[in-house]
């Protein structure tokens, strides 16, 4: 398969104020040419949509647009507005219009097929959105220096930049991929230039080991290295505990803020969605480098859906499980995992962590049993943690999985005969992948 990954370098010069500046205007009017051909797209977009194409329809727009010696564009407005605007420039504008625009009408349309309970979809004009920066045309580069073209307030001037030796050596490592144009990014008031590459990653197909994780509101994460036959090597518990400690802190003062009136607390939630995206990417980090010490081909999921459960949850249990960012956790590590040739599964999530790994039924979780909420108690009288043993049922659902699927439909049915609960997914505990894992040994061996 075919991976995409990008780089960010940061633009080195001595004049870095120039720099900041130069940015700044060339962003504001590379935006605001933006909104200009939105504008165009808007109106124009009955003949737009009938054409077959994304070349043609660029084509189209731009000679709206822009004048030639031998054409009148419709809208002169554009090259006086924007005097000298660089022509790959103006059809990246261009791109991005059409695509905001035919977004704009598919949702209309959808909205208006729907039973219209959501708010009327609004096209908006003004986007922060940055431009690709083509070679030749806005960029030059000559090994660790290199040249764009910015607006300087009159005129479009080249200005020299430099890479770190750091960043030049890390794209020779990738000197057999091929780089596409970058996107002039400012963050910050730094000046970035963000390089994509597109490489060929082949998976692993024969997992001899696995790697389930239970995604919780206690723990981050709890990691389990299971092999196919359901023998559990190792297991690891990921918790940032302090972040987490940080970012409630700083939720406890936004509800301080609104009793007394302050009901906007921009920076304070800015800083709130900083530390959650920060745990996502620590806990995928720890997820995938474990993946790696214990040799894993797969990482397994649960299939997590809490678009109906979050309408029923109350108080601060609701609260918990907005800012869980499960979602981000799994995308971040399905980049990472498929760049390091591992695959990604998710499985059935009902009934992890009520159902007791060793196959005595169902469990008491926390309150029920007297015990905190990271807790259970087996029918047994066994007290364990609820997320270890969640991971080592999402571990055995997808190994069962595995196991049954190259089977014939005959041979399968005969097995789960002696193996019924392994039929229904949303009931399969380690016990039942060691129970089905003898009785495979046992027909393998009656033939």
């Known amino acids: 398969m075919k991976v995409t990954n990008s780089y960010k370098v940061k633009l080195l010069t001595e004049h870095r104020q120039v720099l900041r500046r130069l940015s700044r205007e060339t962003l504001s009017i590379y935006r605001s040419a933006l909104s200009f051909v939105i504008h165009v797209c808007e109106q124009e977009w009955n003949d737009v949509s009938n054409i077959d194409g994304d070349k043609a329809k660029q084509m189209f727009v731009e000679r709206l ?29 261009i791109t991005n219009a059409i695509g905001v625009v035919s977004s704009y009408f598919s949702n209309l349309e959808n909205w208006e097929n729907s039973d219209k309970t959501t708010s009327k979809p609004r096209l908006r004009y003004n986007h922060i959105k940055y431009p690709t ?74 997992a001899h080991v696995i790697i389930s994780v239970d995604q919780g509101i206690t723990n981050d994460a709890v990691c389990v290295a299971m092999c196919p ?7 690891k518990f990921i918790n940032f505990s302090s972040e987490k400690d940080h970012r409630d ?34 806990v995928s980090n720890e997820i995938i480098e474990y993946a790696k010490n214990m ?41 990472k995992a498929h760049s390091s040739s591992i695959r990604i599964a998710k499985v059935n999530a009902w009934n992890t962590s009520c159902l007791a790994f060793d196959g005595s039924g169902f469990v008491k979780r926390g309150k029920f049993a007297g015990l905190p909420y990271n807790l259970c108690e087996f029918s047994t009288g066994k007290i364990y943690n609820c997320d270890l043993n969640a991971a080592y049922n999402i571990g055995a659902r997808y190994c069962i999985r595995q196991l049954l699927k190259p089977l014939s439909e005959r041979t399968r049915l005969g097995i789960l005969a002696k193996v019924p609960r392994c039929s229904k997914r949303s009931t399969c505990t380690l016990s039942d992948l060691i129970s089905l894992n003898s009785v495979l040994k046992s027909f393998v061996l009656s033939f």
Do not use: C
């Open 229 to 235: 036959d359901g023998t559990v090597l190792d297991r």
């Open 295 to 335: 040799g894993a081909g797969v990482i397994v999921f649960e299939h997590l859906n809490f678009k109906d459960t979050k309408k029923r949850i109350l108080g601060k249990m609701k609260q918990k499980i907005h800012f869980w960012k499960y979602r981000a956790v799994v995308n971040i590590t399905t980049q």
């Open 65 to 93: 647009i822009h004048s030639t010696n031998n054409h009148k564009a419709k809208y002169p407005d554009f090259n006086m507005k924007f005097y000298k605007f660089p022509s790959y420039l103006r059809r990246d504008v």
């Open 133 to 206: 920066f083509y070679r030749k045309n806005m960029f030059i580069e000559d090994g660790t220096s290199a040249k764009i073209k910015l607006f300087n307030g009159n005129d479009w001037i080249w200005f020299d930049v430099a890479f770190r030796q750091s960043d030049y050596n890390y794209f020779k490592r990738f000197g057999l991929i091929k780089l596409s144009a970058p996107l002039f990014e400012m963050r910050y008031g730094q000046a970035y230039l963000r390089f994509a590459f597109t490489r060929d990653v082949k998976l692993v197909k024969d």
């Open 249 to 282: 802190t700083l939720l406890n003062r936004i509800k301080r803020n609104q009793r007394r009136g302050n009901m906007k607390n921009s920076r304070l939630w800015r800083k709130v969605k900083g530390i959650n995206q920060t745990i996502s990417s620590k």
